[in-house]
């Protein structure tokens, strides 16, 4: 897997010849050795329908293509990174929140309506993540965002997993989500304005949440 650790807020990873890489435009911080960056026109292997798809809703965050020989190092806006290795499992996250990932896996989109019929459009809106969600899809690695740190809760099946929508981050797995309404905290000490959101996954997999409920 191409990517280590070095804080908290930054991760390096080993470019090798035949290997390449992508990131977010602007998220490479220093590098080593003979490494090309380039502009990615479909961000991914089997990419081009899922660039189609979300330029068509306007939600395309530009690509990198990293290739050569040495190391990189990638950070954004001072925000956590966590690695997510992946072994022919599925990532689900939001595109802005992609650092870099590993060009082994098949990048693509899923359309929120397709979980959840009309709530999974609810959930798109009242989460600011859109319409589209981005998918990550083989072996290798991911690099993903979030604000304060992140947790993994795993999701089994008959104990699904409730997360206030601000502070979800990506899941992977067999796993299906909705948006159930219920009485918050926030409503019970008067700083609510209404109904709570929750999403509610349930399945076989891991939910990553943050530390906030700042969006990036």
């Known amino acids: 897997m191409p990517f280590t ?20 435009r602007g998220a490479m911080l220093a590098y080593r050795g003979q490494v090309r960056f ?16 979300r330029r068509v809703a306007n ?22 990174v966590q690695v997510i290795d992946l072994v022919g499992d599925t990532l689900y996250v939001e595109s802005d929140r992609l650092l870099a990932f590993d060009g082994s896996l098949r990048q693509g989109t ?19 993540q859109g319409l589209f969600t981005t998918t990550l899809e083989g072996q290798g690695s991911a690099a993903v965002m979030a604000h304060g740190g992140v947790i993994e809760l795993p999701i089994q099946p008959g104990r699904p997993v409730h997360v206030d929508p601000q502070a979800y981050v990506a899941h992977r797995g067999d796993v299906r989500n909705k948006l159930s309404t219920a009485l918050g905290w926030r409503d019970m000490v008067g700083r609510g304005s ?23």
């Open 194 to 216: 209404g109904e709570a959101f929750q999403l509610e996954l349930s399945g076989t997999g891991t939910v990553y949440v943050q530390a906030s409920e700042e969006k990036l």
């Open 110 to 128: 899923m359309f929120l309506g397709s979980q959840g019929g009309v709530m999974g459009l609810v959930r798109g809106q009242v989460t600011g």
């Open 59 to 80: 939600e395309a965050t530009p690509l990198m293509t990293i290739e050569g020989q040495g190391t990189v190092m990638f950070g954004h806006g001072g925000h956590h």
């Open 5 to 24: 650790n070095l804080t908290s807020r930054m991760v390096e990873a080993q470019v090798t010849p035949g290997r390449t890489l992508f990131s977010q």
């Open 38 to 53: 380039t502009p990615s026109i479909t961000g991914g292997r089997h990419g081009v329908m899922g660039m189609i798809g």
